[in-house]
């Protein structure tokens, strides 16, 4: 829709000798007074065509072409113009997007490939609150970008290989350790590697025993290769259990120790082009005019490094996968790694648009997440099971007298409990650190997942009654407009495709829980408003009711692309 309105404007600006019309910029009025939608095209045109903006949008309104589109244009001080859309092709519209399995997201003409990098736990760790950020918002993209017609390739880049696998061997094979949990199991790992630490804190020849132990793993040799295979084992088992209770799903789980084979290759590949050089007995690669900090790429004995291991990764991507983007979702302290990382890329000829995404911190009222190391960690499954419990909670306080079953109710909590979770952190800027509350994770009023999921959830009660009155809604029945509040909604019901394409060119899924919150906003006040299963006239009862339902599929479907269920009960 906004596309159309663009094209009308745009040949109006283009009949006026000297505009130029590549800086139009449509966007919704911010007032309901000041139309549908506005521009200041006439505003950024005044010293370039030497008028006052108030006659150039004059000039900008008369040179509008016919067309069924809009209603009238009104020229407001000091030059805006205001655009009024025409009640029929609203109606036309909308029924467009209920009839589209894609409810008006524009499909790519051709198919592109997008890589998505995200989640990367290392093994033998707990996944811990900090994993949260990577993977829900490269999740989201993911959903966000298949929304719009690509082939997505989710990557989960896992840290399997380095210095502490030689640690936690030594520990496994010499420790005699108890801590009370199972010894197949992630958290008894974990509590060992810590243990290797605090000791070798007191006794520093353990560091050289765990360097032998991480040489004879890279040789392969036994036990240490079979025993790395099984920490790694043990490992995703128990980062499924997770993944599966966030709903994330992987096409691949390539670990660093993948790209092993090809490190030597990337090396000869680096030298071979004079990108990296040898200093002090390293291999190192130096930027042009210095513009970033030296990178090495092999270390003095030989050994390779992360950005080795990820120049290797782009190439063998490149090779196989042939993406139009590679997507890095990490956090903002790895922003100078991957711009050295993208530029020896680029240097060495592989083409495809690397971005990086990077998030911000997740705080607490305390701080910052607390390193592994020292064991002050929060689990990801232990966050989830809070956000689980106190869900339940807080449908005890407001069910009371519900005929809700006992399942049913930690269904509800199971829903809402990681929706919370994953709507607090989605609903704001990936950069921007973010610090998490309970109480406004599960307000259930506001900007928040409870309150969407009760909106959806509304709807589909209002349908169940509508039935029992009136029976089931005729698909010839098609909402139409018949009110301001109606229109204000059906508006923002065709602004789905634009949202969904903002938030793909940004990055920025917080666009997509933007547009549900505005969307069920508008809803909202439409509900308490204007009558619908009341409405004495049957059509006008039967058009509501399919706008209705039409608004909770778009919900429904951007909450989908948020990683976020849905509940019909509620």
Known sequence: MLEQIEELIKQAVESVEGSDSSKLEITPATQEKFGDYQTNIALQHAKVLR??????????????????????????????????????????????????????????????????DYSSPNIAKTMHVAHLRSTIIGDALKRIFQARGYKTIADNHLGDWGTQFGKLLYAYKNFDADYGVPKESIEFLEKLYQDFVARSKEDESLNDRARAEV?????????????????????????QTVY????????????????????????????????????????????ENDELPPIPVQKRDGSFLYSTTDIATVKDRINNDKPAQILYVTDNRQKLHFRQVFSISSQLGYECDFVHIPFGLMKFGEGAIMSTKEGQVISLKSFLDEAQNRSFEKLDETLKGADYSEDYRKEIARVVGTAAVKYQDLSQNPSSDITFTWEKALNLEGNSAPYLLYSYARIQAMYRKYVTQFGELAESVKPAIHHDLEKRIA?????????????????????????????????????????????????????RMALALLTARVLKRGLQLLGIETLDRM
Not at 535 to 540: A, T
């Open 244 to 287: 599966d209770r966030l709903d994330v799903k992987f096409d691949r789980a390539y670990g660093e120790s993948h790209y092993n084979d090809d490190l030597a290759g990337v090396l000869s590949d680096l030298q071979s082009k004079g990108i990296c050089k040898e200093s002090e007995g390293a291999q190192v690669v130096f930027f």
């Open 491 to 543: 508006l923002q019901i065709l602004g789905f495709d634009q949202a969904v394409k903002q938030a793909s060119s940004l990055y920025r899924p917080n666009i997509i829980a933007d547009y549900v919150y505005n969307l069920s906003s508008r809803f909202a006040t439409f509900y308490n408003q204007v009558s619908i299963l009341k409405e004495e006239d049957p059509e006008i009862r039967a058009s």
């Open 51 to 116: 008028r006052a903006p108030i006659q150039i949008a004059e000039e900008f309104k008369n040179s509008i072409p016919e067309n069924n589109l809009i209603e009238k244009v009104e020229v407001a001080p000091p030059g805006f113009l205001n655009i009024h859309l025409k009640k029929s092709f609203i109606d036309d519209m909308l029924t467009k997007v209920s009839e589209d399995e894609h409810l008006g997201v524009e499909q790519l003409s051709e198919a592109y490939t997008v890589i998505l």
């Open 215 to 239: 040489a004879a793993l890279q040789r392969k040799e036994e036990p240490n290769y079979s025993l790395w295979k099984k920490f790694i084992e043990i490992s995703l088992e128990e980062f």
